[in-house]
Structure formats: C-alpha cells, structure tokens
C-alpha cells in the first residue's frame, strides 16, 4: 500500500502533494490555470483510498459538466483501478436525480418519475399559461419533473428531513467540488446539507476563471469558504505547466486589475528562453483578420512539419505541430463564419465545437421518446438507437413539427449518430441514457483526435489547452461584450475581462491575438476600437505582425459603439 501511496505523490509538485496529501476537514484549493487542478483533484481522492483507508464508496467528487465528470472517471480509473467505480461521480444533476430517485416516494414522487423533456415542458407552459403552480401541476400529473427540480426537491427534502440529512453525510465522508467558483445558490445549498461545516469537503477552483455569473453562478460562495466552513484550510498552487513564460506574463497582466486572487502569481515552469513572444495583428477587416489566421497556420503547420522532419524540435520542445493542435477562439458564435470559410478556401479542415445540449438537436426529443415507448426492445443501447432512428425517419418522412422545433427526415440521421457516443457510453441502461440526456449532456462535436483546427468560443474552451491559440477579435465592444448605446456595469466588465484571462491561458507555445478595424455587429458595418483589455499588457511582450496601424476606411459613414 505504501508504495502505491508514495508512487502516486511521486507525481506531483511540491504544493500539489501537500493539496493531495492535506488531512481531513474543509480544505479550499485555490489554483490558477494549468496548475494541474484535475491532476492534483483525482490524486488526492487516490492518496486517501490507497493510504488513509478511507473506502472509495465514502467519495463523492462533482462537477458542472458530463464531460468533466467523464474526465475525473477516466483519470481516477487509471490511478485506483477497478474501485475507482465505487467512487461516486457526477455532476451536480446527476447528483440531485440520484437522491430524487432514492427518496422518491418521500418526495410525492412514483418511483419511475421522469425528468420532463422541451416537449413536455412546452406543453405545460401552454396549457399553464402563467400559473407557475399550475404548471408544475401538469407535469406531475405525468409523473414529470422539470430540470430545476432535480435539485430544489432534493434541498426541499433534505432540509426537512435531518435523518436523511445523516444518513447521507454518513455515506459520503469525502466530498469534492471541481470549479468552486460556478456554484450557484441552490448547488451550495445541497453541498451545505451534505457536508458538515468541519466535513471532509474539498472545493478546487480559481475565482479568476469565474465567467458563468449569466446563468446564476456566484464567485462570492468560492470567496467565503473560510467563513462557511470551520478551520478551513487553504492550499494554492502557483505553478503553471501549460504556457510558456511571455503566454503566462501577458495572462497574468491582464487580468490584474480584476483579480479576485489577492497577490495573484503564477510562476512558470516552462522557461524556454527562445519562446516566442505573442503574436498580435491588427488587422484592416475581419476577412483580412481570418486570411492572417489561415497564413499563420499555413506556415506553421506547413513549415514545421517540414522542419520537424529533421530536427523534430521546435523553442526547445519536441514537436511536430498538425492542424489538431490549434485552436481558434472567439468571444460570440457569429465570429466563427468568416474564419470558416477562409480555412474551408484553404482546404484546412475545421471542427467547430458548440456548447450545445443533445436534448435541443432536432430529432434528438423524437428518437428520445421513440425509445421510450419501444416495448419490449433489449440490447445495446446504440443498436436500439438506430432501430428507433429508422422508425422516428419513416414518421417523419416529410417535415414536420416536434417539440424541439421543425424535424427534417435529414435531422433524424444525423440526430442517430449524434446520440450514438453517449448511447455506447450507457451500455444497456436505457433509464441511464435517457437521464444523461435530459440533465444536459452535451453534443461530443469536438473528437480530440480529429485532424482539424478547432474552433469554439472562449466558453467553451474553458478547461481545455492547446500548443497554439489564436484569440481573434479582440476589440473594445467584443471584449469586453456591449450592445450599442449601453455601458456595461463595472462587475460585468470584471467578468468579461476572466473570460479573455481564460482565452489567453489555454495556449501552451504559441498565442495569436487579432483584432479587425472594422466589423459587421448589430446590424451595421462600425469602427472598432482594439480592446481595452490589450492595454494592461507591456507592449515588451508582443511582437507586432501586418500593419503598424490599421487603415482607416475613408469612403464610408461608420458609428463608433
Ligand atoms: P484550468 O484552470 O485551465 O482548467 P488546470 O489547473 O485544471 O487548468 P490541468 O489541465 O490539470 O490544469 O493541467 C495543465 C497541464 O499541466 C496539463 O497538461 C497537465 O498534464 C500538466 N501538469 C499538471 N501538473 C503537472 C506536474 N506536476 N508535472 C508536470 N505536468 C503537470
Ligand atoms: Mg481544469
């Protein structure tokens, strides 16, 4: 056991040991990006197993997404082995489904409740009108449940229940959050419930990648941890091993005057004195912008794969740098058309990824239902998958109208093989498959080994790295986001100015940033401004690419936002 335990540290940095290796109680990690906070999160749920026999079935690790979730699963299967399954992981739905399912009857529940699908919701909501009470009445009346409810009826219960209270708090002894800092109210409410305030609870997180503030996140739970849990103690890690030393200073300049991390540092572990520093261009246009990002790929992957050929090296680092090792990042989806078609002239194949939920792709809620309904059916989920495709295509041999919107017969197709991933995923276990869809699984769009460039918005890059990065649209209206003839609020701005500190810190060797003149928004054709943002970092660590100035279109009557 020992060696196991000694092994797994063996692993980590000095500071990552001593997060991994911490004793029992509230423990707050406080980490920046590419810190290793997956790393240093499955480690020390592995380090308790192996060396504190604390029993794998007492964990509880959460995250916000499926993906994340799948992630964790995969990383402490490789360092437990097979008891890594009794570890319980999820994210926070699949958390609060799992409690419903448990306790459904207290809840006024049938055991074998659904969770309400966009078709049933719009159905309630119609028949409902504005009667909130009424429409909650409707889908019960279907032994339904909406979204929001996995997660306010298990608080519901577990608040008016303290044996439930115990019986829970004993199971999960351990308890770990990944990204503290996107809880929302009724999240740090059911993890208040389920962990003491001396529990075993260990959030992970860092306040300055907080961007999800629109859809009810708050920073301010991550920022009292110490006050909401007794002797919290507190663990940061400042070592970056993703970007090169001129990638992390720029990062670290610009989201300083925001910074919610007092005395904010992130040291570099990778000093390559040759690293180059980050690209900036200041382009005349969008479409000159997307001909800059074509040419530098070009070149890079052209040239490197030339020059790796010889030497394989590159600043200092083994490489051989492919189309999959690039990523093209922008602040709101409209952006990705024009780099799109300059990449697609060029025959540089793209993959775009969406934050997109399954459960909204046409055809998706059809074959869903067709599922259901399919008595009878056993066998591998993706077979089945397909049966129900095939039936759900002859009904919808012409368009026709489904819950989620206008279905296509071309929709179901591609809808069959959107839901395949996530139906091998569940094996046989059709209740699994259906809750996984309804609690927000996502569209797997983006295959990491697919030889593309991919293009997502900075959202959706959170979490993830990659050798180069191109941050396009860089401009004051963009980052930070504005709608015309209206100031965004100082704390909006805060936030906008993580999610560029987000973009930047994805990039490991190379960092592009680009911002256009002149572009089409709301409408009209306007002047832009680069953003505000660019300002706070030492001019020292850019090298400039195009035209010192952009030009000024003369001919044309352009609004400044
Ligand atoms: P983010 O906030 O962006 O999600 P993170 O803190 O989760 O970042 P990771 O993605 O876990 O960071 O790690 C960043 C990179 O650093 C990964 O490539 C990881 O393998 C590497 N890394 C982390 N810790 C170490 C270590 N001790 N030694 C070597 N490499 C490490
Ligand atoms: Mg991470």
């Known amino acids: 056991m020992e060696e196991v335990g000694t092994g797994l540290l063996d692993r980590l940095d000095a500071m990552q040991r001593v997060a991994a290796s911490a004793p029992g109680g509230p423990l707050l990690i406080v980490a920046g ?7 240093t999160l499955t480690h020390r749920i592995a380090y308790l197993c192996a060396e504190l026999n604390v029993f794998p079935e007492q964990c509880l690790a959460i995250t916000f997404t499926r ?4 992630e ?7 360092l437990l082995g097979p008891v890594a399954e009794d570890v319980t992981v999820g994210t926070f739905h699949s958390l609060g489904l799992s409690i419903l399912r448990e306790n459904a009857e207290a809840a006024g529940l049938p055991a074998d409740f659904r969770i309400a699908d966009d078709a049933d919701r719009s159905a309630a909501r119609t028949e409902a009108g504005d009667d909130a009470a009424r429409y909650t009445a409707l889908l019960r009346k279907q032994d339904l449940v909406d979204l929001d409810e996995l997660l306010t009826l298990p608080v519901a219960l577990l608040r008016a229940d303290k044996k439930l209270v115990r019986e829970y708090r004993d199971r999960w002894r351990w308890i770990f959050v990944d990204e503290y800092q996107d809880v929302d109210a009724v999240q740090y409410e059911l993890l208040r419930l389920l962990s003491p305030a001396d529990g075993n609870l260990c959030a992970i997180g860092d306040p300055d990648q907080a961007i999800y503030s629109f859809r009810g996140a708050d920073v301010g739970y991550f920022l ?8 919290a103690r507190l663990v940061r890690l400042n070592r970056n091993y993703r970007s090169s030393a001129p990638i992390l200073a720029a990062a670290v300049q610009a989201i300083a005057p925001s910074s919610l991390v007092r005395g904010r540092r992130l040291d570099p572990a990778r000093l390559d004195p040759e690293a180059p520093l980050v690209g900036r261009y200041p382009a005349a246009s969008v479409s000159e912008e997307a001909d800059f990002v074509v040419r530098t790929i070009d070149e890079l992957v052209g040239g490197l794969s030339h020059r790796s050929l010889d030497s394989g090296r590159i600043d200092g680092r083994s490489t051989s740098l492919s189309f999959s090792d690039i990523a093209v990042l922008y602040r709101t989806d409209q952006q990705a058309a024009p780099i799109v078609d300059a990449l697609a002239r060029a025959n540089i194949p793209v993959q775009k990824r969406s934050h997109d939920r399954l459960r909204d792709r046409p055809g998706v809620a059809a074959i869903a239902r067709e599922l259901r309904h399919a008595d009878g059916v056993d066998g591998p989920l993706a077979a089945r998958v397909r049966l129900a495709g095939q039936a759900v295509a002859e009904r919808f041999a012409v368009p026709t109208l489904d819950g989620a919107g206008l279905v296509r017969p071309e929709d179901v197709r591609s809808a069959v093989d959107l839901l395949t991933p996530l139906a091998r995923r569940c094996g046989d276990d059709l209740e699994l498959f259906l809750a996984q869809l309804a609690t927000g699984a996502e569209v797997d769009a983006l295959d990491p080994r697919a030889e593309a460039v991919t293009l997502l918005t900075l959202h ?18 963009l980052l930070p986001l504005r709608w ?26 190379r960092l592009y940033v680009s911002h256009a003149a002149r572009r089409v928004r709301h409408g009209a054709e306007r002047e832009c401004r680069p953003s505000p943002f660019l300002d706070v970092i030492d001019p020292g660590l850019f090298e400039r690419f195009g035209d010192a100035e952009p030009r000024r279109p003369r001919d044309r009557q352009l609004r400044l936002i």
Do not use: C, I, Y
């Open 484 to 509: 015309p003839g209206s100031e965004p609020a100082d704390e909006a701005v805060a936030e906008e100015r993580r999610l560029f500190f987000v973009g930047l810190t994805r990039a490991q060797d």
């Open 72 to 78: 964790l699963r995969h990383r402490l299967d490789g």
């Open 460 to 477: 959706a890059a959170k979490g993830l790295e990659f050798p180069v990065v191109f941050l396009v649209g860089a401009e004051d209206g």
């Open 33 to 39: 990006p590419g810190t290793g906070k997956t790393r």
């Open 67 to 70: 993906r994340a979730a799948e």
């Open 224 to 231: 009292r941890f110490s006050q909401d849990f007794t002797d």
